[in-house]
Nanobody, 124 residues
Framework: QVQLVESGGGLVQAGGSLRLSCAFSGRTFSTYHMGWFRQAPGSEREFVAA????????YYSDSAKGRFTISRGNAKNAVELQMNSLEPEDTAVYYC?????????????????WGQGTQVTVSS
């Protein structure tokens, strides 16, 4: 069974940076595509970024493009999300997700495994 544990969330001022990390265990990490999603209060969970199992392709939402970077370390069994130039609109719970077989990595339905989430709060 895949287990995902996020860390790195917190409170930051607008314009600041945070680096989220997701520790993967239970299966062979290097065979799983990984994604980051977020959910703000009263909103649906939305796609932020994804990376293929090999790390050769990355995908970003329009709001994340140019500000966020997803990366993975297959030796560390972890995926990270570097978030720069944070805005109050980025405030949400951020979730890590994993899937082995989907060919489209942006929808939430593509992922079978989810972490518990880490809170990111950006103050203005």
């Amino acid at each position: 069974q895949v287990q995902l544990v996020e860390s790195g969330g917190g409170l930051v001022q607008a314009g600041g940076s945070l680096r989220l990390s997701c520790a993967f265990s239970g299966r062979t990490f290097s065979t799983y595509h990984m994604g980051w999603f977020r959910q703000a209060p009263g909103s649906e969970r939305e796609f932020v970024a994804a990376i293929t199992w090999s790390g050769d392709r990355t995908y970003y939402s329009d709001s994340a493009k140019g500000r966020f970077t997803i990366s993975r370390g297959n030796a560390k069994n972890a995926v990270e999300l570097q978030m720069n130039s944070l805005e109050p609109e980025d405030t949400a719970v951020y979730y890590c997700a994993a899937d082995r077989s989907s060919s489209v990595l942006t929808p939430t339905r593509s992922y079978n495994y989810w972490g518990q989430g880490t809170q990111v709060t950006v103050s203005s």
